[in-house]
């Protein structure tokens, strides 16, 4: 089993914007936390009445963004309070600073290393932190490509996974995390994971008793993370979190 990984993968994502396209929308930095899509239609058409001299129109779609907006606000604010009791103080101040609408520190962690390391340069800084976890793995002996691995019919249960069970891993995927390299949003594994664990469990189940891997499967972002704030050096202050 050795198919055309990007030719899989970019039919995989022809099928996502075909069935589910994606749909944009503006929003301004200056927007309140509770403004929604349609809140912004409703003001738009309240403008476009008032513009073309619908008085009586304008009067219903002004009473209407005034009726919504208390009830975006309410909801946007009842949800941020939920769980701040039982969170650590730090976490509750915090929220409650960004709900009044007060300045919260937001430096970016890596401004430090970046200004004092490399002058400024991003990508400096990226090639810099590459070759430094790479070097963590320099110890390790490399495969052989003409080396012949021994492969056994019988594989191990252990290895084996079956269809109820990655129905269950794939609804406990969470869905606010990126995406993998292959660029699958999280909720479509979620959401469908009636339709995609039977594919997937018979995919994975083949690569195991094939003895081969999908190169995109061997492919993960790394996220560096700052042991300290703000961190000063890349090999004592940050660590990697797949």
Known sequence: MQPDDAGVLQHCHSLLDYYLPLITDKCHTTDKPWVTIQFRHLIRCRQYALKTGQTARYKVYR?????????????CYARKMEGLCA???????????????QAVNTTQPLIVPVNQLH???VQALVDSANRFFQSMAGDLSPLDDDSTLTRSDVVPDEFVISLEDLKRKLRQI?????????????????????DLASPVCAIYNASVHEGFVPSWWKKANVVP???VQPPRAIRADLHTEP
């Open 225 to 227: 993370v700052p042991k």
């Open 174 to 194: 969470n869905i606010h995390k990126a995406p993998e390299p292959n660029g699958l949003p999280n909720w479509l594994l979620r959401d469908f994971s009636s």
């Open 119 to 121: 002058d400024s340069d």
């Open 87 to 101: 969170s650590n103080p730090r976490s509750w101040w915090q929220s409650i600073k960004q709900i009044a609408g």
């Open 63 to 75: 009473k209407c963004v005034q009726r919504m907006s208390r009830t975006l606000q309410q909801k």
